[in-house]
């Protein structure tokens, strides 16, 4: 027998205001007017049984999460992990965005720590470099360019990084074609 005792489980209930027999009964009565305006409310009152079960759905997963094991980690060892991923991975800061999403702990974590956000390697889109700018804080940046930026959104990417150039400590171009990667001094 279990020593651990379940909480109540809160049902939802949806009370229709119509069934079939009252509306058999009323079909003479009801205008249409009438009728679509109880259809409006039963979808409404549909629509908030929905959110209240994905709110519900999603507070068993947040538990259910609690009790993995690598929910068990504190943040410091977890962003640790980060961090010595992040030097092996092609892309920089930008591929914590994707470990964001895979809970609330890592999301947390992720967004706490602005060491992790540092390196802007192969920027890609002026939304999620600024994101990685501002997540970084006042920290030193290393920033690794292509030599192949030439459209519109690329200019805007390179003015929304040299516009840190005081926080940058790290500023590389790759000439991929060419085989050339050259730092520059900051």
């Known amino acids: 027998m279990s020593s651990q005792t379940s909480a109540p ?7 229709p205001d119509l069934d079939n027999q009252s509306l058999a009964g009323q079909h003479s009565t009801l205008t249409t007017e009438q009728i679509d305006e109880k259809v409006l ?10 959110a209240q079960f994905d709110a519900m759905i999603s507070k068993y ?5 609690a009790t993995l094991p690598i929910s068990r980690l504190p943040d410091n060892t977890l962003t640790t992990i980060f961090k010595e991923c992040l030097a092996e991975v092609y892309g920089g800061s930008a591929f914590l965005f994707p470990l964001g999403h895979v809970c609330t702990k890592w999301r947390r974590a992720t967004i ?12 890609r889109s002026v939304k999620l470099t600024e994101e990685i700018i501002k997540r970084s804080g006042s920290l030193p940046l290393e920033v690794l360019l292509r030599s192949h930026y030439a459209t519109q959104g690329d200019r ?14 790290s500023l590389a ?12 001094p900051c």
């Open 173 to 184: 171009f790759d000439f991929g074609s060419l085989g050339i990667r050259k730092t520059l």
């Open 61 to 65: 997963g947040q538990l259910r999460n």
């Open 112 to 123: 706490r720590m602005p060491r992790l956000w540092t390196k802007i390697w192969y920027p």
């Open 9 to 15: 489980s809160k049902a939802i209930r949806v009370k």
């Open 41 to 50: 409310a039963a979808k409404a009152r549909l629509v908030e049984a929905a």
């Open 156 to 169: 805007a990417l390179i003015s929304l990084v040299l516009a840190c150039m005081d926080r940058i400590h």
